[in-house]
């Protein structure tokens, strides 16, 4: 069973070891802070002062990554208490599991754990004149910004990390040749990074067939619908994906009971 994962790369692994799987890491991108930091603590001051009408959590990672940029200013007990004064929508269940970390938790959570999920939620909300913080990740949301610009109020993003490349290239190449020969029996993909650098890795080495044999041979599991729709965008089935709760555990868990059929 392939892991694309690198973050909760050994807690993945060792779930599915506890349900009697064999993981072949092979983590396809890494999660870095973002390069300059001036733009994230400039987002960080405007926070602390109060600027934020509401804030959209996207990821748990983002906030814990602006919660590590606090800390090595010296301004962390100013951010938790800033985000504690602020109404705060998050998208899905683990931006509100980072929040609890703080001792905080969500004034609301999206309708849906997708950008759409979001808009709709908020629809619901006056935003008029207000700024609205938004954290991104990996790259822009055109979609998200241009609904906040929308309805008269002023978007303010944060990048506060980046993806880079965590495999070598022959890892990954190797990976490809395996799935494409019938010896991985799923892969398991947690964020569209991954899947982009499969497909860019394939691509340099001409290997896009293989990877396409690879794919249909595989059960492809997705960590929720974000990702299935990523998946879907390439033209790849996917298999596995929690109807709810799109955490580890519950795709684990509905990996085993697909692949035990």
């Not at 991108?29 to 959209?56: N, S």
């Not at 002023?154 to 290239?169: E, F, G, W």
């Not at 293989?210 to 996917?238: F, I, T, Y």
């Amino acid at each position: 069973m392939a892991l694309a994962e690198s973050r909760q790369l050994e807690e993945l692994a060792q779930m599915l070891e506890k349900e009697g799987a064999f993981p072949l890491r092979c983590p396809l991108v890494g999660v870095l802070d973002a390069p300059d930091a001036a733009p994230v603590l400039e987002w960080l001051h405007e926070l602390i002062a109060g600027r934020f009408g509401y804030l959209i959590l996207m990821t748990g990672e983002a906030l814990r990554r602006l919660v590590g940029f606090a800390e090595r200013a010296g301004l962390r007990d100013a951010v938790v208490a800033a985000l504690g004064k602020t109404r705060i929508i998050t998208r899905g269940p683990k931006p509100g599991m980072a929040l609890r970390e703080l001792g905080l938790v969500p004034t609301k959570v999206a309708e849906a754990p997708t950008t759409a999920g979001i808009i709709a939620t908020l629809r619901k909300e006056s935003l008029h004149g207000l700024t609205v913080g938004l954290t991104l990740y990996g790259e822009p949301n055109p979609p998200l910004v241009d609904f906040v610009e929308s309805v008269g109020a002023t978007a303010r993003p944060v990048l506060p990390y980046v993806y880079a490349p965590a495999a070598d290239a022959h890892l990954v190449v190797d990976l490809i040749g395996k799935m494409a020969v019938g010896e991985v029996d799923a892969i398991v993909f947690t964020s569209s990074a991954q899947l982009d650098r499969l497909f860019e890795v394939a691509k340099e080495h001409n290997l896009e067939s293989e990877l396409r044999q690879g794919l249909d041979k595989v059960r492809v599991a997705a960590v929720g619908p974000v990702m299935a729709e990523s998946l879907h965008e390439k033209n790849v089935r996917v298999d596995v994906c929690p109807e709810q709760g799109f955490v580890m555990k519950n795709l684990v868990t509905q990996l085993g009971r697909t692949m035990n059929k």
